[in-house]
């Protein structure tokens, strides 16, 4: 998903505490497209600008006495080799991996950057696997015919809130197969399975977990930093947006939050997109992922169909100003989530 200016000049107004955290915090970089910030100790995130899609997603570099680690592949190679200038910047220790938190294109595209400084790109095992089949398949295809159902329905609608819904989903397909015919793919070459997790990593003097979760994909992971109370928690946690769940687990998803909600009080949360926030972001998620879920109980009762129970989906009025990318990808993806399970 993007990251809009509204986004951005959020920050300052919905994460208090986060502010008060920052405040002596001075950028280390400021690309307009991305500011680097002294988190913590060893810790400094990027956190994704309105100035350019080289990173879109949000990332890091954990810096120990022995390595470095960096967080997120990023949407560009420039925002990856953003990463890598941290990296070389803050320490001389050699960089042990870059971590992709999921297998999507903001998050993996610019992957190739760390392939060309031969650092290893660390994921779980299934991701390679996805990246092939949602994106390396639809390379050198003509997507002509795959855009022709949705723009036809897209001109025939004819109720105004449908048509706007459906030229939403439209605008997300072509930004995706854009992306796809631009890119050069370069796949995880760590791969982590169940037995692996948590993984540990020690840096040195810092030490980062990196567990599964599954939700937003099948293939999420989080990074956990304890001893800087932080977690970098991927597309797990969308801050004032809707969630993009094409392809979520959403049953699993509000489980996962409530996992990260368990980190308590004073756990700061990076999210994959938008500001670093407070478990009370992580709450408020969990109230929009459980409205989603009783519209859908609501729907199944009256025997509605998932294509009708992601028409007739209102916004409450406390969501309104949320974020949305696209309306199938977020209460199209998640209707098809509970249903399927319903069927299961
Ligand atoms: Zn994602």
Known sequence: MLVNRRQFLMAAVTAPTVAMAQENAEPILDRGFAQVTRMA?????????????????????????????????????????????????????????????????????????????????????????????????????????????????????????EKRHLNSDLGALKWMYEAIDRVTLAYPTELLGASDFPNKIDLGGITVLIEHQTGHTPTDLVVHVPER???????LLFEKSWPVAFDSDMISWRKALDRLA??????????????????????????????????????????ASVEEATRRYTIPDRFEKFDMFSWDWAIGGAMRSYYAQRKA
Do not use: W
């Open 41 to 161: 100790d060893g810790v400094y995130v990027t956190v994704a600008g309105p100035g350019g899609p080289q990173c879109l997603s949000n990332g890091a570099v954990i810096a120990g006495r022995d390595a470095t680690l960096i967080v997120e592949g990023h949407f560009f190679p420039e925002g990856a080799e953003l990463e890598i200038e941290v990296a070389r910047m803050v320490s001389k220790a050699p960089v042990r991996a870059a971590v992709n938190t999921h297998y999507h294109l903001d998050h993996t595209f610019g992957n190739i950057a760390y392939e060309r400084q031969k650092i290893p790109i660390m994921a779980h095992e299934r991701a390679p696997a996805l990246m092939k089949e949602r994106y390396a398949a639809l390379q050198r295809v003509d997507k002509g015919p795959l855009l022709a159902p949705l723009e036809k329905r897209a001109a025939n609608a004819t109720d105004p809130i």
């Open 229 to 235: 109370d932080l977690v970098f928690t991927g597309d």
């Open 262 to 303: 368990a980190f308590g009080r004073g756990t700061r949360f990076v999210p994959g997109h938008g500001p670093v926030c407070g478990v009370e972001v992580v709450r408020e998620f969990a109230d929009l992922i459980d409205d989603l879920h009783n519209h859908s109980e609501k729907m199944l009762r009256a025997s």
